[in-house]
């Protein structure tokens, strides 16, 4: 089965740039989905199709995916992003997710 | 606005049943895949099962094969999870999600684009 793969955490100061990566063979073949939950909260879709954003989704967040990974990027970081990241794509008819990415912003 | 509702989590015994309904309003729900996606307290996400539009084609992950069964009904505009043989590893917060996508571009082009607040399942004896 197919299998992706992402940092358990992520650190970064408010303002700099955090780069959280989704590991997979050939995933630059494949769209890929990235979503971020909060505590308590239901996970929420932040790009789609590697690299487009939802309506009301900041222009901070980007995504890009390429070879065997792909990043989602999160400029000028602030205090209401920290949160669990979970990339996600499809093999065949079923749906795979990463195993989370906490970022916390120190 | 989009909602889905999801109800029907509670406590059950290992071996028993329990369905979850999901309510959808705010948008054609006849028109969209539906699928459920759990996450145990503390874990990652896992996606579990999904319906076609016409509820003709459903999609289930390897570890619910056999005992789970997703349904829809158009008049209600809900979609159902009937869990069968339950075991102490199906215990989660269960998710209702409407999935959008390109037709043209094929089900990797479809994401989950809208979440219910869930509902949670525990089985414990």
């Known amino acids: 089965s197919y299998e992706l793969t992402q940092p358990p955490s992520v650190s970064v100061s408010p303002g700099q740039t955090a780069s959280i990566t989704c590991s997979g063979d050939k995933l630059g073949n494949r769209y890929v989905y990235w979503y971020q939950q909060k505590p308590g909260q239901s996970p929420t879709l932040v790009i789609y199709?590697?690299?487009k954003r939802p309506s009301g989704i900041p222009e901070r967040f980007s995504g890009s995916n390429s070879g065997n990974t792909a990043t989602l990027t999160i400029s000028e970081t602030q205090a209401m992003d920290e949160a669990e990241f979970y990339c996600?794509?499809?093999?065949?008819?079923?749906?795979?997710f990463g195993g989370g990415t906490r970022l916390t912003i120190l | 606005e989009v909602q889905l509702v999801e109800s029907g989590g509670g406590l059950v015994q290992p071996g028993g049943s329990l369905r979850l309904s999901c309510e959808a309003s705010g948008f054609t729900f006849s028109s969209y895949w539906m699928g459920w996606v759990r996450q145990a307290p503390g874990k990652g996400l896992e996606w579990v099962a999904d319906i076609k539009q016409d509820g003709r084609e459903q999609h289930y992950a390897d570890s619910v094969k056999g005992r789970f069964a997703i349904s829809r009904d158009i008049a209600t505009d809900s979609v159902f999870l009937q869990m069968n043989s339950l075991r102490t590893d199906d215990t989660a917060f269960y998710f209702c999600a409407r999935e959008s996508g390109v037709p043209s571009l094929g089900r990797g082009s479809y994401s989950f684009d809208s979440w219910g607040h869930g509902t949670l399942v525990t089985v414990s004896s």
């Open positions: 199709q590697d690299k």
């Open positions: 996600q794509a499809w093999d065949s008819s079923t749906v795979v």
